[in-house]
């Protein structure tokens, strides 16, 4: 069955990077893309990026354009999800989401806590 | 594109019918998903096309709509379904999502 198992949650001080790992199993990781999507508590979902796979184009939201950076690693089926001077209204759970196409985020990972705060 | 979801909380009795609302303030034709989350877990599919239900979703849920609004129905509510409903665009980018409405035990 399709499982997106991601890295455990982080803490980090203003200023500071993080990079979420997402790792795919149950299907053949090149065929769909990656799609990112933060969770500040108490929020709605809010779509951070996407990435396709088999060539790694990316597309990201302009709220993160500068300071977000999506990649794969095809070789251990693992997506990677690096976001970079941290503010503490970065403060979320972060997720991964296999999608069909561009648009639809069909199976979920558990989510990643990550907490910024000096 | 903002998505705006009513009520903000909707109080229902196990059995009865829910219904959710959400409009986009733009057309966005039937490009529309509906998401269900439950505390402490990752959203889950439901419905996409604004009336296809993914696989494994149960005929209580059903999804109508299109242009500018759409609807989400829960026909009789069951226990499980306590949870909250996002809907959420894909005609246009980014993709966004609405606030949630949050369906809970009357």
């Known amino acids: 069955q399709v499982q997106l198992v991601q890295s455990g949650a982080e803490v980090k001080k203003p200023g500071a990077s993080v990079k979420v790992s997402c790792k795919a199993s149950?299907?053949?990781?090149?065929?769909?893309?990656i799609t990112w999507v933060r969770q500040a508590p108490g929020q709605g979902p809010e779509w951070m990026g996407w990435?396709?796979?088999?060539?790694?184009?990316?597309k990201y939201a302009q709220n993160f354009q500068d300071r977000v950076t999506m990649t794969t690693d095809t070789s251990t089926s693992t997506a990677y999800m690096e976001l970079r001077s941290l503010r503490p209204d970065d403060t979320a759970v972060y997720y991964c989401?296999?999608?069909?196409?561009?648009?639809?985020?069909?199976?979920w990972g558990q989510g990643t806590l990550v907490t910024v705060s000096s | 594109i903002v998505m705006t979801q009513s009520p903000a909380t909707l109080s229902v009795s196990p059995g009865e019918r829910a219904t959710l609302s959400c409009r986009a303030d733009?057309?966005?034709?039937?490009?529309l998903a509906w998401y269900q989350q439950k505390p402490g877990q990752a959203p889950r599919l439901l419905i996409y096309?604004?009336?296809t239900r993914d696989t494994g979703i149960p005929a209580r849920f059903s999804g109508s709509g299109s242009g500018t609004e759409f609807t989400l129905i829960i026909s009789s509510l069951q226990s499980e379904d306590f949870a909250v409903y996002y809907c959420?665009?894909?005609?246009?980018?980014?993709?966004?999502f609405g606030q949630g409405t949050k369906v809970e035990i009357k």
């Open positions: 990435i396709t796979v088999h060539n790694g184009n990316t």
């Open positions: 733009e057309f966005i034709s039937t490009n």
């Open positions: 959420q665009q894909y005609n246009n980018w980014p993709r966004t």
């Open positions: 989401a296999r999608t069909y196409g561009d648009y639809l985020f069909e199976y």
């Open positions: 096309g604004a009336s």
């Open positions: 149950g299907y053949i990781f090149t065929t769909h893309g």
